[in-house]
């Protein structure tokens, strides 16, 4: 350890005198601060204001993403699409499959799953809060298969048999 700074008794009456000194404290070459930064150093008090900021500015950009990432993700509940009609593009693996879907619904996800006589079309609807006019847009989804479709029938999430659009 290093020499210890002797003490004048000067420290109360520094501080009391020169309150606006950043550094009186330490020009009287004493350690009346305990070691600690002098809070009245205008970078130090830049550094602590800059830092506050930019915490209080992430925090306000995580709760609003919070806020909005909750409300989107939200949903009371789900259900499968009625599947009104589907088309084949011409290479033969891509379904356009039209479904009915309302203003406050979203796809959840879409599935194929194939076998050698059929292909099962699944279209889960994410039921969205809210409230809005009761609307059904026909909307095409696109989905593919693994293998060409050829005359394999197509298949709603129930077994029934969908109808291939007229051209």
């Known amino acids: ?30 350690t009346c601060c305990g070691g600690r930064p002098d809070l009245r150093d205008p970078r130090d008090y830049f550094y602590r204001m800059t830092r506050a900021v930019v915490a209080l500015a992430l925090g306000i950009i995580i709760g609003f993403g919070a806020a909005i990432g909750l409300g989107v993700l939200r949903t009371d509940g789900s259900s499968f699409a009625s599947i009104q009609s589907y088309d084949v593009l011409d290479d033969g693996q891509t379904l356009v499959v039209a479904i009915g879907i ?66």
């Open 1 to 30: 350890m290093g020499p210890r700074k002797r003490k004048t008794g000067l420290e109360p009456a520094v501080r009391a005198l020169s309150p606006l000194a950043p550094s009186a404290c330490e020009r009287a070459g004493s």
């Open 102 to 167: 309302g203003r406050l619904q979203s796809i959840g996800y879409v599935a194929a799953e194939e076998d050698a006589s059929s292909v099962r079309l699944r279209v889960l609807l994410l039921h969205h809060p809210g409230s809005a006019t009761l609307d059904l847009l026909r909307i095409d989804v696109r989905t593919y298969v693994g293998s060409p479709l050829g005359s394999r029938s197509v298949l709603d999430q129930d077994g029934r048999v969908i109808p291939r659009r007229a051209r």
